[in-house]
């Protein structure tokens, strides 16, 4: 199983939190079952439309992801191989 390491600006941490609290789940479980699977349905589908306007120029796009009106953006910095 591949796995990988997520860093996130307090308020980004903030945001994921208080969703999560709002759900009943773990942060963990937040994004496993909601934020990546919307992700992928997302990028999915732009893929095959257009080329995403939030790449960052090395191949990989940022996730957008609206909850109660406030927008979450991760931003990728580096990739560990």
Request: charged share 25%.
């Amino acid at each position: 199983m591949a796995k990988f390491m997520l860093s996130l600006r307090d308020e980004s941490f903030k945001l994921l939190v208080s969703e999560a609290e709002e759900r009943g789940i773990l942060i963990q479980e937040l994004i496993r079952a909601v934020i990546i699977p919307d992700w992928v349905k997302q990028n999915i589908s732009a893929k095959t439309q257009s080329t995403p306007s939030s790449s960052n120029g090395n191949g990989l796009t940022r996730a957008r992801v609206t909850t109660n009106g406030s927008v979450f953006e991760p931003t990728v910095t580096r990739i560990r191989g």
